[in-house]
């Protein structure tokens, strides 16, 4: 009896694996319910993989159902965890290095007082001295022109990123998805008009080999979930019960940010098709790596932590669940060499620093 009660739980579990599965598949505004499931990936793995265990030792012939259903879905594994050897660069002087990083507008953890906002770009800017990128995307990004503490000055004069773009400009400002390069900027700009200042869609030209690379950097919808929303979810991951009327709230926006994702994705996928030169797609993507998002990126581009990442990589810091949802995807003839993924809590963010090589064509 009690075998047959842990096969119908186990049972339960096995349909939940094959929703994760169709979610990537279906149109969020389609079966919106449906676009909840790629939350749940990493949980439903692993009690299928227990239950896998259990059946080994107490009725073998039950494993079948659970172990069947992992494997249906082995190509999302990759995306969890990381098994692939980095191969280091042969000629540092042939690469292109490249660095994603949501900053949150400095002010993380609202840490809105000007010593606090100093402190984190400073820290930040340590990293990219640390990384050295010759490519540098930045999404929730804002900073003056002129000043001691001047992020922007201190990019070009300090660490030598000579050429940017940014989607909003002033004399006395760059805001938006803003891009330094060490490389001359051929060509820049904003593919479709921006919907918001942080959410706009910017790409530059440059020429580090002998053919020419756009450098595509993005940022899809966010949840636009209030700090109490978010305090309420890192309650729930600490085993309190939240209230019904925040519950639904969640819900109801994360639902709302998945369909607005689908149409920015679908949006995207267009502007690759008509791009000729080889590219670069990075960016937060606020999708987890089992989203209808991510299957659509990944039908035209390689993800690069699933090609040399190793181990997990959450790219996220705040009270979500910690998923990687910022990438660095590239499309044919670019090979990712070296993935490398932060770890200190300078924003709700980590940067992503991936190393490329050029594939020659025969």
Same mark, same amino acid.
């Given at each position: 009896?009690?075998?047959?009660?842990?096969?119908? #739980? +186990?049972?339960? &579990?096995?349909? $939940?694996? !094959?929703?994760?599965?169709?979610?990537?598949?279906?149109? =969020?505004? @389609?079966?919106?319910?449906?676009?909840?499931?790629?939350?749940?990936?990493?949980?439903?793995?692993? #009690? +299928?993989?227990? &239950?896998?265990? $259990?059946? !080994?030792?107490?009725?073998?012939?039950?494993?079948?159902? =659970?172990? @069947?259903?992992?494997?249906?879905?082995?190509?999302?594994?990759?995306?969890?965890?990381?098994?692939?050897?980095?191969?280091?660069?042969?000629?540092?002087?042939?690469?292109?290095?490249?660095?994603?990083?949501?900053?949150?507008?400095?002010?993380?953890?609202?840490?809105?007082?000007?010593?606090?906002?100093?402190?984190?770009?400073?820290?930040?800017?340590?990293?990219?001295?640390?990384?050295?990128?010759?490519?540098?995307?930045?999404?929730?990004?804002?900073?003056?022109?002129?000043?001691?503490?001047?992020?922007?000055?201190?990019?070009?004069?300090?660490?030598?990123?000579?050429?940017?773009?940014?989607?909003?400009?002033?004399?006395?400002?760059?805001?938006?998805?803003?891009?330094?390069?060490?490389?001359?900027?051929?060509?820049?700009?904003?593919?479709?008009?921006?919907?918001?200042?942080?959410?706009?869609?910017?790409?530059?030209?440059?020429?580090?080999?002998?053919?020419?690379?756009?450098?595509?950097?993005?940022?899809?919808?966010?949840?636009?979930?209030?700090?109490?929303?978010?305090?309420?979810?890192?309650?729930?991951?600490?085993?309190?019960?939240?209230?019904?009327?925040?519950?639904?709230?969640?819900?109801?926006?994360?639902?709302?940010?998945?369909?607005?994702?689908?149409?920015?994705?679908?949006?995207?996928?267009?502007?690759?098709?008509?791009?000729?030169?080889?590219?670069?797609?990075?960016?937060?993507?606020?999708?987890?790596?089992?989203?209808?998002?991510?299957?659509?990126?990944?039908?035209?581009?390689?993800?690069?932590?699933?090609?040399?990442?190793?181990?997990?990589?959450?790219?996220?810091?705040?009270?979500?669940?910690?998923?990687?949802?910022?990438?660095?995807?590239?499309?044919?003839?670019?090979?990712?060499?070296?993935?490398?993924?932060?770890?200190?809590?300078?924003?709700?963010?980590?940067?992503?620093?991936?190393?490329?090589?050029?594939?020659?064509?025969?």
């Amino acid at each position: 009896m009690i075998k047959r009660i842990l096969y119908l #739980i +186990n049972l339960i &579990f096995v349909l $939940l694996l !094959l929703g994760v599965y169709a979610g990537t598949y279906v149109r =969020p505004e @389609a079966l919106p319910i449906l676009s909840l499931f790629n939350y749940i990936y990493p949980f439903v793995l692993v #009690i +299928n993989s227990l &239950f896998c265990v $259990l059946w !080994l030792f107490i009725k073998w012939k039950f494993l079948f159902v =659970p172990l @069947a259903t992992i494997l249906l879905g082995f190509d999302f594994i990759p995306r969890f965890i990381g098994f692939s050897s980095e191969e280091l660069p042969k000629d540092e002087l042939k690469t292109l290095k490249v660095t994603t990083y949501n900053v949150g507008s400095f002010a993380y953890e609202t840490q809105n007082t000007s010593e606090l906002r100093n402190r984190n770009m400073d820290s930040i800017l340590n990293i990219i001295t640390t990384e050295n990128p010759d490519i540098v995307c930045f999404q929730e990004y804002s900073s003056s022109k002129k000043g001691q503490q001047s992020f922007h000055r201190k990019m070009i004069k300090d660490l030598n990123y000579e050429y940017y773009f940014a989607p909003s400009e002033s004399k006395q400002h760059v805001s938006g998805n803003v891009i330094y390069s060490k490389y001359k900027i051929n060509r820049s700009g904003c593919p479709f008009p921006m919907k918001e200042n942080f959410r706009d869609y910017s790409f530059i030209d440059i020429k580090p080999w002998k053919e020419s690379l756009r450098i595509y950097n993005v940022h899809l919808t966010s949840y636009k979930m209030t700090e109490e929303e978010k305090s309420k979810i890192g309650d729930i991951r600490s085993g309190k019960i939240s209230d019904k009327e925040t519950s639904l709230s969640v819900k109801d926006k994360l639902i709302k940010a998945n369909i607005e994702r689908s149409k920015d994705t679908r949006q995207i996928v267009d502007l690759l098709n008509q791009t000729k030169q080889r590219y670069i797609l990075v960016g937060d993507m606020n999708s987890t790596p089992y989203s209808y998002t991510y299957q659509e990126f990944t039908k035209l581009t390689n993800d690069s932590f699933v090609k040399v990442g190793n181990g997990f990589s959450g790219t996220y810091n705040g009270p979500l669940p910690a998923y990687r949802i910022d990438y660095v995807f590239c499309g044919d003839g670019i090979k990712p060499l070296t993935y490398l993924c932060g770890d200190k809590t300078y924003s709700d963010h980590k940067p992503v620093t991936v190393s490329f090589e050029f594939e020659k064509t025969e």
